[in-house]
């Protein structure tokens, strides 16, 4: 069945941004943050996280929906040799854990868990703050889409480094629509305008149609 097109506009709203204590949905994706060294900065980047071997939650990313938070790691370094990232997190199943020696605090992944999260002000004694944690236990579910604070010039130079390595992955990906850009797939069809005969693609963003309706 074909579509008469006129027209439309996507818009995009950003509802991956989680306020303290918002539970996450397992399967989606959340902008989330990440503190780390100056000097480790470009490696993560180019290559990726390095798990933790240990943790509170065990093994895993250790990573953080608040800002202020991640901005205060790495411990016992200066402000000004501090990178935090912003990252694009694909949590999968998550496991909360609430409680003292919760039986799958450290072996979540075991267990079929993809991320573990400690809620804001659980009672567990383990964390007097009572701020909350989030561990990601494979680190190709954590993307770097910016940096959220460092030096203007580490900033500058991190920026430019991102730009690279997306362009690179972009051109590494094969069968893009050359409409919209994106990966082709059995479903996705170009046709042309019903108004103006432009060729046109359903996935692209926008489509401003020269036809008028009389």
């Known amino acids: 069945m074909s579509v008469e097109f006129y027209g439309w506009q ?16 397992s399967g989606s994706g959340y902008t989330m943050y990440h503190g780390t060294h100056k000097n480790n900065a470009a490696n993560i980047i180019c290559s990726g996280f390095v798990p933790s071997k240990d943790g509170l939650l065990g093994p895993g990313v250790y990573i953080s929906r608040d800002m202020n938070k991640a901005r205060a790691y790495p411990k016992q370094i200066a402000a000004q040799d501090r990178v935090v990232f912003k990252l694009k997190v694909r949590v999968g199943k998550v496991k909360k854990i609430d409680m003292d020696n919760h039986p799958l605090q450290t072996t979540w992944h075991q267990n079929g868990y993809d991320s573990a999260w400690i809620p804001p002000k659980c009672g567990m004694m383990c964390i007097p703050s009572g701020k909350e944690e989030d561990c990601v236990w494979d680190p190709k579910r954590i993307t770097v889409v910016d940096i959220a604070y460092a030096d203007d010039q580490v ?44 060729v046109i693609c359903p996935f692209m963003s926008k489509h401003v149609c020269k036809q008028r309706r009389k």
């Open 10 to 25: 996507v818009i995009y709203e950003d509802k991956g941004h989680l306020k303290s204590g918002q539970e996450l949905q």
């Open 155 to 198: 900033k500058k130079d991190l920026r430019k480094l991102i730009r690279q390595q997306t362009m690179a992955k972009k051109e590494k990906v094969k069968g893009q629509c050359d409409i919209c850009g994106f990966q082709k797939y059995s479903s996705h069809l170009t046709q042309r305008c019903w108004g103006c005969e432009k």
